[in-house]
Each structure stands twice: as structure tokens, then as C-alpha cells.
Nanobody
Framework: QVELVESGGGSVQAGGSLTLSCVAA????????MGWFRQAPGKEREAVAL????????YYADSVQGRFTISQDKINDMLLLRMNNMQPEDTAMYYC????????????????WGQGTQVTVSS
């Protein structure tokens, strides 16, 4: 089990920006899938953005398309999520996840998770 550690959460006003980071050494190269999920109170955990570092495949949820960007920091072996023009509906616990095969959007397909970082957007 690879340890995943998120950071960068916090509180912002609507229209603001945050960048989340996930330390996941040794999993940035190759054909693995890395991604960000989020879970708001009373809601299911949903895929926000996914990336296959080996193929460059990206996925974004419709609700964040054009506002969020998933990327790799290859020098520091980190997975990043840049969140711009944030809205109150983006408020959730954000989790980093890893999968040893192709990317899937269902959280049930992932067994390796970080502890989460809270993001709160006020109107």
C-alpha cells in the first residue's frame, strides 16, 4: 500500500483559487492512474479529475471542467489540482487516490486513498 498525503486545503471566497498537492512518490511514472475525488456532507464520493501519468489521459467532471487542472510535479513526485473560480458547491473533503491500472471514475474502483484535505468556499 502506497501512502498518499494531501495538503493545500483551506477556506476561500467564491471566485478564489487553491492548489491541492498529493505526495505519491514512485507512482508518477508508468501506467498508473492518479486522481482527485471529493465528498461533501451527505453526498457520495465523486471523481473530480483523473490522470494517467504514462499516457497523459485526463478526465474532468463536468462541474469542474475549465476551472480545475490536474497535473504532475515530476521534480517533487507530486500530483497537483489547481482550482480556479471556486464556487460554494466545491466545498468538500478532497481525496487523492491511486489505481494500478486504467482510470475509472467510480470511487469503488480505488483502494489506495489519502486522508483527505478540507476545502471550504464561502459565498
Amino acid at each position: 500500500q502506497v501512502e498518499l498525503v494531501e495538503s493545500g486545503g483551506g477556506s476561500v471566497q467564491a471566485g478564489g483559487s487553491l492548489t491541492l498537492s498529493c505526495v505519491a512518490a514512485a507512482y508518477m511514472a508508468g501506467r498508473y492512474c492518479m486522481g482527485w475525488f471529493r465528498q461533501a456532507p451527505g453526498k457520495e464520493r465523486e471523481a473530480v479529475a483523473l490522470i494517467n501519468p504514462g499516457t497523459g489521459y485526463n478526465y474532468y467532471a463536468d462541474s469542474v471542467q475549465g476551472r480545475f487542472t490536474i497535473s504532475q510535479d515530476k521534480i517533487n513526485d507530486m500530483l497537483l489540482l489547481r482550482m480556479n473560480n471556486m464556487q460554494p458547491e466545491d466545498t468538500a473533503m478532497y481525496y487523492c487516490a491511486q489505481r494500478s491500472t486504467v482510470c475509472r471514475t467510480s470511487s469503488a474502483d480505488y483502494v489506495n486513498w489519502g486522508q483527505g484535505t478540507q476545502v471550504t468556499v464561502s459565498s
